[in-house]
């Protein structure tokens, strides 16, 4: 049975990082005392060590410890030891090419359906789709797949933004945008905006937060979907 929480963002305005998400970490990692932090991802080019010591930081708030898995010798070994896990946020690029070359996609996507709980926040919950194409990132490097872990049926659009009128911004919207990669594929995308989540508990998938989602499907108008609305069948 899997317990995944795949959130649009680790940090609200004017909020510590990831204090919105405390009270869903608490349930999600209810029972365990040390997870895996898979900061590769790197947001800013910050560094590995000090992108682990700002998750420890969060996490200490709940009273779990965590650990960096880039400080594994036996990094897929580590995966398999761990109770749990929590990717964040940053280039989803960088964090896809890493996870591929150091062979760890499979490893850590076997883990979570086996039902231990994974935490991703923008970065991290993109690779919790099929693929890693309705990212907003820059590719600032060429990752050697595309493909993601498929926890969800669907792709993820973190971070999404409607259109504003108020401002004379003549480029793309998200939603052209998701429109275009609709061109080439059929995968559902879902507009996941600022301080939302996506709960999966076993077969069950729902929006949480306050906000709606905007649900893309090829071929068809987008449209809204409430919190708490299912989103098992897209």
Do not use: C
Not at 42 to 61: C, Q
């Amino acid at each position: 049975m899997m317990n995944i929480v795949l959130a649009s963002t680790s940090t609200l305005s004017g909020q510590d990082y990831l204090a919105y998400l405390q009270p869903v970490m608490k349930d999600l990692f209810a029972g365990i005392s040390e997870i895996i932090f898979v900061p590769y991802a790197r947001p800013g080019g910050i560094s590995h060590d000090d992108y682990t010591k700002r998750a420890a930081e969060a996490f200490s708030a709940v009273g779990i410890r965590v650990k960096g898995l880039h400080t594994f010798e036996d990094p897929a070994t580590a995966l398999r030891h761990a109770a749990g896990f929590f990717t964040g946020g940053g280039n989803t690029f960088l964090l896809v090419k890493q996870l591929h070359e150091l062979e760890l996609m499979d490893v850590l996507r076997h883990e979570v359906e086996k039902g231990k709980p994974y935490l991703g926040t923008s970065a991290g919950s993109n690779i919790g789709g099929v693929n890693m194409q309705t990212t907003n990132d820059m590719p600032i490097v060429y990752p050697p797949s595309f493909e993601t872990m498929e926890l969800v049926p669907f792709n993820l659009n973190p971070h999404y933004m409607d259109p504003m009128p108020e401002i004379k911004h003549m480029g793309e919207t998200r939603e052209t945008r998701i429109k275009e990669f609709h061109t080439q594929q059929d995968v559902p995308v879902i507009g996941l905006r600022e301080g939302s989540w996506i709960e999966v508990k076993g077969t069950e998938i729902r929006l949480r937060g306050e906000l709606s989602a905007r649900i893309f499907k090829a071929g068809k108008e987008p449209y809204e979907l409430p919190a708490g609305g299912n989103l098992a069948i897209l």
